[in-house]
């Protein structure tokens, strides 16, 4: 996500509090954990706001992001598709 302050970790792509959209699952949540497995060098992720069910560590590239209003998939480039949010909103 385009963010104002310095990630918390550097060299990933999603950081606390921002919120993720799950293709395979069709929901959304907000970054809770960050995990940086160094042997594979992968960033994994926990989401809160997901039913128990979903409660897993997330790669990277399963996540895309997602609306902070609305919490639907969102490309941050454009309006939102769901709400009409827009980057512009943001800053």
């Known amino acids: ?16 509090g ?11 949540g907000t970054i809770e954990g960050i995990w940086h497995r160094s042997n594979e060098d992968t960033w994994q992720y926990r989401l809160s706001d997901l039913p128990h ?4 560590w997330w790669l990277e590239e399963q996540l895309e992001p997602a609306c902070p209003r609305c919490f ?3 490309d941050e480039k454009t309006h939102c ?6 980057p512009d909103d943001l800053s």
């Open 72 to 74: 639907a998939p969102w």
């Open 1 to 16: 996500m385009t963010r104002q302050n310095a990630s918390t970790f550097p060299n990933h792509k999603y950081d606390f």
């Open 81 to 86: 598709k769901c709400c009409g949010l827009s």
């Open 18 to 28: 921002d919120r993720v959209f799950v293709p395979r699952i069709g929901r959304a």
């Open 53 to 56: 069910l979903f409660d897993a």
